[in-house]
């Protein structure tokens, strides 16, 4: 069905819809230059060689349309390893609607969305896991994100699977010829070396499941709630985290009543604060709202970071209201960071597990963003593979459940049939992630995320 619909012309907007200086609309399949040929005044580009480019206008009938460039791309030479022309036109809304329009006249049909880099897919250019990089490379937004994108789509975490997956299958076979055999009773596959592989990539899975965690953090960037009761200094230290004055400060308790947000970029990976009202029992309606609303804060991040003030002495409640974060962090599998403010004030002995910061004098600030990079683990991950996509910790997860069901059938020896099929399985799963196992709704699920144009 797939293959039907590749032999169409598709036609789309690859940048973004507006007006800008340029606009660049790719044509991809068997007639792309035929198409974009037969409305261009210029040199005849059915004449000319791959990777050049070349200027003229197009016409319509007698109108000329636009001035334009044409960048020819002969298949098997292109993205998507089909013809593609790329018209660069004047970043007009009225320009563009009517050269893809003209395009559509002449035989070519709208892409779908991603139906470019699933022709890209199809054709072998990408493989699956590739292919879902470049969405996320086209959306990564800090450094960190686009660094995992980045080593995705150069195929860093396929080539570790494809790895893992042909040792398996070596082992696959041998265990099928037995089956073959199942008469004589012979082991093909040595169970001791077959056991030793699979703890090996059990090992790589859990890692691998595990990084999804940070993978995840470093995509959607990291949730910090600045809790703590009034006039702590949080809007303080939110102002001294942004470098701006963001937030009203003031030495009147219960100066913040909603919540504020911004994000900072530490080290490439964005982090989100949020500036919360004082936590305090209260009359006043709006203030009990702000505070109402600290809570859901609290419940969503995934750092709680509680300011206290040093120079304060708050007895056990201090010690309760730890006990009581404990819980929530717990229940919502989040961090807390206990940070003790206005250290250039007289303090008074603080618990030994905070920190100790002056937000008013930004003493301690380097050392609390350091802190929270240390939180997430992203210095000691920064150089290993990190999972972000959700359909791969899914099919990863799957495979694992597989082959320690192989592990358990070689030490409570079951016949080979059976670690045949889970051993089949496991390799469905991973076939499943590069897309060397696929199904036609898989694709359409994956693609159909993508924009028009991609
Ligand atoms: N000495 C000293 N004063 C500080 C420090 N940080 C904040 N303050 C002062 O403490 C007072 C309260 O600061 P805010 O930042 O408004 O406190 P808050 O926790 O946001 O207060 P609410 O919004 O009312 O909950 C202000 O007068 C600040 O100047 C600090 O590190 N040292
Ligand atoms: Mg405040």
Same mark, same amino acid.
């Given at each position: 069905m797939l293959s039907n619909k590749q032999q169409d012309t598709i036609v789309a907007l690859a940048t973004p819809t507006g007006a800008g200086a340029i606009g660049v609309i790719r044509l991809?399949?068997? &007639?792309?230059?035929?198409?974009? #040929? =037969?409305?261009?005044? $210029?040199? #005849?580009?059915?004449?000319?060689?791959?990777? !050049? *480019?070349?200027? $003229?206008?197009?016409?319509?009938?007698?109108?000329?349309? %636009?001035?334009v460039l044409m960048s020819l791309f002969i298949a098997p030479r292109s993205y998507t390893k089909e013809n593609v022309v790329e018209i660069s036109c004047h970043g007009s809304s009225y320009i563009i609607d009517k050269l893809i329009r003209l395009f559509i006249s002449k035989g070519a049909r709208p892409a779908k969305p991603g139906e470019f880099t699933m022709r890209a897919f199809l054709n072998g250019q990408l493989d699956l896991s590739q292919a879902e990089a470049v969405a996320d490379l086209i959306a990564s937004s800090s450094e960190a994100s686009h660094k995992v994108a980045m080593q995705q789509m150069r195929g860093g975490f396929s080539n570790e699977l494809k790895k893992l997956r042909e040792e398996l299958i070596h082992f696959a076979s041998l265990v099928e010829l037995e089956l073959d055999f199942s008469e004589e009773d012979v082991e093909f596959a040595n169970r001791e070396l077959m056991q030793t592989l699979i703890e090996k990539i059990v090992q790589v899975l859990t890692r691998l499941i595990r990084s999804f965690e940070l993978g995840n953090v470093i995509k959607q960037g990291v949730p910090v709630v600045i809790a703590g009761k009034p006039n702590v200094g949080k809007s303080t230290l939110l102002n001294a985290l942004l470098n701006e %004055?963001? /937030? +009203?400060?003031? %030495?009147?308790?219960? !100066?913040?009543?909603? !919540?504020?947000?911004?994000? +900072?970029? @530490?080290?490439?990976?964005?982090?989100?604060?949020? %500036?919360?009202?004082?936590? &305090?029992?209260?009359?006043?309606? +709006?203030? /009990?709202?702000?505070?109402?609303?600290?809570?859901?804060?609290i419940n969503q991040s995934a750092i709680i970071l509680y300011l206290f003030d040093a120079a304060e002495t708050y007895g056990d409640d201090l010690a309760n209201i730890i006990k009581d974060l404990q819980v929530i962090t717990q229940k919502n599998n989040s961090q807390l960071l206990l940070v003790a403010n206005k250290s250039d004030k007289n303090h008074i002995s603080i618990p030994a597990e905070s920190m100790s910061i002056s937000a008013l004098q930004g003493i301690g600030i380097k050392e609390l963003e350091q802190k929270l990079l240390d939180i997430i683990h992203y210095t000691e991950h920064a150089n290993e593979t990190i999972l972000t996509n959700a359909r791969h910790v899914e099919a990863l997860q799957r495979c694992k459940e597989a082959l320690e069901r192989v592990l358990?059938? @070689?030490? #409570?020896?079951? !016949? =080979?049939?059976?670690?045949?099929?889970? *051993?089949?399985?496991?390799l469905h799963y991973l076939g499943e992630i590069t897309g060397s196992i696929s199904t036609d709704d898989l694709l359409e699920n994956i693609f159909s995320k993508f924009c028009i144009g991609k």
């Open positions: 991809s399949g068997t &007639r792309a230059i035929e198409i974009a #040929n =037969s409305v261009f005044r $210029g040199k #005849n580009l059915e004449a000319q060689a791959s990777h !050049t *480019i070349h200027l $003229g206008s197009i016409v319509d009938g007698e109108q000329v349309i %636009d001035e %004055d963001r /937030a +009203i400060v003031s %030495d009147i308790a219960g !100066t913040t009543r909603d !919540t504020i947000e911004d994000e +900072i970029s @530490i080290q490439g990976i964005k982090f989100r604060f949020i %500036d919360t009202a004082g936590i &305090r029992d209260t009359e006043d309606i +709006i203030e /009990a709202k702000g505070v109402e609303k600290t809570f859901e804060k358990n059938g @070689i030490h #409570n020896p079951v !016949t =080979s049939d059976f670690l045949a099929m889970d *051993i089949k399985e496991a």
